[in-house]
């Protein structure tokens, strides 16, 4: 029996979670996939009664399954750098989830003021152990006029490898062509080591393409020619801001997964919409719950059973095609109920 620990979290991450498991449990339903599901309610609800996000086993506890299904984190009243920092970042640590996979299509009928092409199909690999967030910094001289912050970006040799690595072997399996993100023309010590070693590594696989672009020139190349890229490669803070920007371009956050991927399957993996709590919209059920969904099926895809991810993803094309079977974010009529039910029948 696989078992997963489910982790709705805050806001609308709570509901896009509960879609997600109607979906699984149709997809795996047809496939003979059996799963078992614990969820726990590790939220900022929890901090506000038990003064922290997680138990202190909570790692602990999270080892022994195969995988996490996260909806989203943080909620006001509780500042974000406590609520993540309490949760999200020491899972993706603790279980050395080194890379962010955030893969991004144009859907048939999806549009977007940012879309000026159908081919657009793409993957963004974060780094997502080490680079600019680090706890190493600190503040001093709180509210006099002196006062300053300093925040350290870690950079390791084996860190920078270890993505890289990965870009290319992903790369070879796709179109064969890897973007490195930089800003070594700016940031002197750690960008021109980044590209060092990648640079490094790509000199290992002489059968993929490989560019280097600045984050700032990279940014406007999105949105201008988004269907040139195949795997774009970046530190922890440029993959979060690009992963954003190619979601919009591809139409809405709301659409965007992510796999926080231990690929040595050391320790277990974890998947999660790339959008957040939302506490704009959350409670009125018109969340998009296909970003959560598609994190759903690629959890399903890295725990091998990858036909039922396969007709995951057909449902989400034919209802993503549909205004009634799309949600508001996308120019669509339905609620987050409605939604979920068009996919659970697509799915036949
Ligand atoms: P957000 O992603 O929550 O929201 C940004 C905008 O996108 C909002 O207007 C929201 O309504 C919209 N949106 C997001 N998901 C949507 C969906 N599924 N359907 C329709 N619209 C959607 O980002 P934010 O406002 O910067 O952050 C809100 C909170 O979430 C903060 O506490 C932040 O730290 C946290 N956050 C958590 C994660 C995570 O858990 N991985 C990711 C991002 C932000
Ligand atoms: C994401 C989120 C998180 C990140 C925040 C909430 C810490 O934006 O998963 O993209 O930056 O990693
Ligand atoms: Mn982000």
Not at 3 to 9: C, E, F, K, L, Q
Not at 108 to 119: K, M
Not at 305 to 330: G, N, Q
Request: glycine share 10%; with cysteine.
């Amino acid at each position: 029996m696989t078992r997963i620990a489910v982790i709705p979290g805050d806001g609308i991450g709570t509901e896009v979670i509960e879609a997600a498991r109607t979906v699984l449990d149709a997809a795996c339903a047809r496939h003979g996939v059996s799963l078992s599901y614990t969820e726990f309610d590790w939220s900022c609800q929890r901090h506000e009664r038990e003064g922290a996000m997680m138990p202190a086993d909570g790692i602990e506890t999270l080892r022994g399954f195969d995988a996490i299904l996260l909806g989203a984190v943080g909620w006001p009243g509780v500042p974000d750098h406590v609520s993540l920092w309490g949760l999200l970042i020491p899972i993706r640590r603790a279980f050395r989830q080194y890379v962010n996979l955030r893969p991004i299509r144009v859907f048939e009928g999806v549009q977007s003021p940012l879309r000026v092409a159908d081919d657009v199909d793409f993957v963004v690999v974060r780094e997502n152990n080490e680079g600019e967030y680090s706890e190493v910094g600190g503040r001093v001289n709180r509210g006099f006029p002196d006062e300053l912050a300093v925040q350290e970006s870690i950079f390791t040799r084996v860190g920078v490898s270890r993505i890289a690595d990965y870009a290319f072997e992903l790369a070879a399996s796709r179109r064969g062509y890897v973007t490195s993100a930089t800003k070594s023309n700016g940031i002197v010590h750690t960008l021109p080591f980044w590209d060092e070693v990648v640079a490094e590594r790509a000199a290992l696989h002489p059968d993929v393409r490989f560019d280097s672009e600045h984050i700032d020139a990279l940014a406007a190349k999105f949105v201008l020619q988004p269907q040139r890229f195949d795997v774009v490669v970046g530190s922890n803070l440029f993959g979060d801001i690009l992963s954003d920007l190619a979601a919009a371009v591809a139409g809405s956050i709301g659409i965007a997964p992510s796999g926080n991927l231990n690929p040595e399957k050391e320790f277990p993996s974890m998947f999660e919409p790339v959008h957040g709590s939302a506490p704009d919209i959350a409670g009125q059920g018109i969340a998009n719950p296909v970003g959560a969904v598609w994190s759903a099926a690629m959890m399903l895809e890295h725990l091998g059973h990858a036909a039922a991810a396969a007709d995951i993803l057909r449902a989400m094309e034919t209802t993503l095609a549909k205004p009634e079977t799309r949600t508001r974010d996308l120019g669509g009529t339905a609620t987050t109920t409605e939604a979920t039910q068009a996919l659970v029948v697509a799915l036949g």
